[in-house]
């Protein structure tokens, strides 16, 4: 059974289906901060709208890894906001974000694998080669 944290709300789920509702229950929210964690390690994506960033993180304490879309095409500095659960608004490059088929298939990834998926461009934020 995986915990699930939407918007600091708590959720356990032990399905994709099971996620996935949730995932819609919450769609209905401009912005979206999802927590998917395991024994080890924890995915988040933050939500605007239909597009988000993720991040991977393996251990407590972890620089971890962020999402890029290699296909972005935008200029380079745009930023998009987003909303953590605690109202603070954060800006985030937009070349990081993913469409929401994208971004969705990495959350059940994790779920199932406790790994990111591989078809993700990860950058290191922690700078290890």
């Known amino acids: 059974m995986l915990k699930i944290t939407i918007n600091n709300h708590e959720h356990w789920a032990n399905s994709d289906k099971e996620i996935e509702h949730l995932l819609r229950d919450?769609?209905?929210?401009?912005?979206?901060e999802i927590w998917i964690e395991n024994d080890k390690a924890n995915m988040c994506a933050l939500a605007a709208g239909k597009i988000a960033w993720l991040m991977f993180l393996r251990f407590n304490g972890d620089a971890g890894f962020s999402s890029r879309n290699p296909n972005y095409t935008g200029a380079k500095d745009e930023m998009l906001e987003f909303m953590l659960s605690n109202g603070q608004m954060d800006e985030y490059p937009l070349s990081w974000t993913l469409p929401e088929e994208t971004w969705v298939k990495a959350?059940?990834?994790?779920?199932?694998?406790?790994?990111?998926?591989?078809?993700i461009q990860w950058h290191d934020d922690g700078g290890q080669k």
């Not at 919450?26 to 979206?32: D, G, K, L, V, W």
């Not at 959350?107 to 078809?119: C, D, E, R, S, W």
């Open 26 to 32: 919450h769609e209905a929210s401009e912005y979206r």
């Open 107 to 119: 959350i059940l990834h994790f779920a199932k694998t406790g790994q990111p998926i591989k078809t």
